[in-house]
């Protein structure tokens, strides 16, 4: 698929680097002096913050082909996304630039905030291709993206963004400013009021909401979290409790606050106050760590974000599956993440039993002990485990693992696991015994023929001597012997 | 200190959930004939979420004891939370029973989300003493809480409420509603305008949050999130480029909605096709796992809410030191936190290495191995490892290891741990060996005089046989004696 963006500032570039990493070409038109130094600089964090939210082995990166014109970037696209700045003319003289030369199948997104499809399409020559497809900074993290704009090309559209790991939320009908930041500002509006009436500081309402609301919205929304403050009455009874207060004189909404120079001062010097020992380079990488540790919380249960993780994931596998072809089987790879490293940098020590873990995974589903199987209440647990630490790894590396079958009888096998660098060394070994067991009872129970003749087959893979250090155990350290 | 609480619903059960589990004991007085069922199941999620986010031994929880009035309860309590019905002149004629029977010295703290001090003071005797506490489900936690009403016992009620783990943030001047509920009513009119008007349903606004700003929120604020987005130009740019907006048409909020029976059925039909597949029980522990996941990423980071975890962890810890007391050592305490488990409820295999790694990190402080001697460029890396798994553990046990120390040279060190479940027995041992290390050089180096002098001093206490496994590797099996 053929990617434009016209336009490479902050949210440009998040859509950029979001095609990049998802493996996507790209060609970018942006007439600013600094562009590919701002794309560069977005392209940049966006790396980091893949590298370490995914597990999975990222495809490899698109290229970005820097074009002379809207012309030039376009010819050739499926797909154009507009990210001009928010001036409505601008925008108009942009899409019958883009009309003149891109293919007349290719769609048009536009990342406008306020903007209507109906208004973006004045004048155009195609204009059911014209679409708002407004993301939420940073883009190459946040998956929302609402979609504005009906038919069949929304429908395309939806699916290609679904494809670069994004949540496109479809909207029936166009309103200004869609839906994200209506609700937006209207907390913008009353945080605005808080702080001309000298109520909070902005620390205190970014305190308020992120030691309170904001912790419930990064997994559930206000409709879901409301049907909880119900309870077991129900949406219904939560209603008719919390109703009556939207006659309360509560909010000074009615009425719009002056945004003078005082104003604007205030918030400037009380937003330096609480945020002025970092630099934005500095808050960025904050935001996105705390943003890829939420988001791997997250697919831990299997939630919300995570579940868009994880599905990325999946997709990432089934681009370069883990092929069980040769020996030693290849069944498992592993990104390090951003939340494995330690305070120097490298893989935490007990990250390798994960890694090795995963690899024993790996091969129970390779011999048919999989999630079926487990399911009639027969598992293979792990009862001795013998590493080998020989190198230290980093956050983002791609580590491989290669693993032989060293032996088996009627109730337990022997594996034996290399983690490999992308150079081909070894990062560590790991020998571990298996049992298989009778869940329910908590007793060893010999296997079915079926799994007995998997661990066959791959037992008469295995005929290279065994490493010198397999079957040892840790070598005693004759005591005081260079001490004295 | 003796804490009273006076009410005992969803809010007032959060309240008492958290003091009892910081190790108060709780007076309470609610009449509803089922509050005892309501308290005790808020009391068993509130527990069952602390066991899984916190990995320091927690407190021995308070008692609860049921008084049969006002009078019984608060009686010789130093803080009395008041959460019963937003009514005021039940407020006040609660309020007027505490006064009667607490001591003149007690802080009286409201739950209430509308009224304000001057509102609740209304007739008291102790006027002063009257605050707003006014804290976000669920209480027991989110820590946020909004102080409001000035002056020492103020002061006070931020002492006691920041030791039961939450964020106290005092308001300057009251308004009707504080800070949290204005924000949260702005975004509530504009939703449901935006499902009166078919805009969108409650899932696609909730996915809107979700997916989007939602995440923002929950490690940054509004300010601190918009001074990002400002970039280089800083804040005040950010406000002259947003500020426009204020005066465009966006918002409906000159207005209210009616909510009537067809906004009431809209809204509770299109939250049931949403959120009707979980019961309410089992959405309350959805979401107590995601705050929980969400809160322990942040701690990895160390930012925001993960900051208030950790000051909690300090504490519970300072209460209860692990002490190098007796031999074998036991220098380390473990919960097994909920993101430990793995699809069968049992702590997931990497999970013990963490564990028997932290002892070792323990062990190192024990010799003096610690961040100060690693600023000088050396440390201690494992080189070698043998677990031995014996036991399945559950979320919520807490595990204490038993390290020995099985020999030494100039450079090496070998440990042994053993995880023990609450009932002494062993879930695991590890031996592990460590290399003293050049880290810059990436070399092995000789240990300086103090480092083996505090390895000596415990060597000579190691007077035990080593165990049976120590220095055992891997059996081998002989191949296919059990598989013709």
Redesign the interface.
Known sequence: MRIAAIGGG?IGGGWIARFLLSGHDVAVFDPHPEAQRIVGEVLANATRAWERLFQAPLPRPGRILWAGSVDEAVRDADYIQESVPERLELKHRIIAEIEAAAPGTALIGSSTS?FKPSELRQGARHPGRILVAHP??PVYL???V?VVGGGAAAERACEILTGIGM?P?????E???H??????????????W?VH????T????????????????????????Y??????A???HF??Q??P???????K??D??D?DEAL?DR??A???A??GRHS?RA??R??D???V??????K??D???GQ?VRAQEDGFYAREPARAEGYPLRLHQARVSG?WVDY?GHM???????V??DA?DAFLIHIGLDADYRAQGR?A?????????LAEVKAGELLTVETRL?????????LHHAILRADGSEAATG???LLHVD?GAGRAMPMPPAL?QA??RV?AQDRAPHPDH??????????????A
């Not at 839906?179 to 605005?192: C, F, M, T």
């Open positions: 902050v306020g939420f900074n946040l998956p929302v609402e949540k939320v479809r909207i029936a009908r309103i200004d400013a839906i994200g930041d209506r609700l937006l500002e209207a907390v913008w509006r009353e945080a605005l808080l009436d000298g109520i909070a902005t620390e205190e309402i970014d305190d308020i909401i992120r030691f309170g609301f904001g912790l419930r919205w990064a997994q559930m929304g206000l409709f879901e979290t049907r909880i403050a119900g309870g077991e129900g949406m219904r209603l008719g919390f109703g207060a939207l006659k309360w004189p509560w909010t909404l009615m719009v606050p945004l604007i918030i400037a009380q937003s330096d609480q945020s934005i808050l960025e904050i935001r760590d705390n943003l540790g939420i988001f791997q919380a997250l831990a249960n939630w919300g974000v868009t939340g120097n935490t020590e007990f990250r390798y039993l994960q090795l873990g024993t598992s647990y792990t009862v001795e485990t013998h590493i080998r630490h060293l032996g088996h009888d009627a109730k337990r096998f022997r020998e571990h015994m869940t007995l661990l066959e037992a397999a079957g040892a155990g840790i070598r005693p350290i004759r005591q005081r012997e260079a001490t």
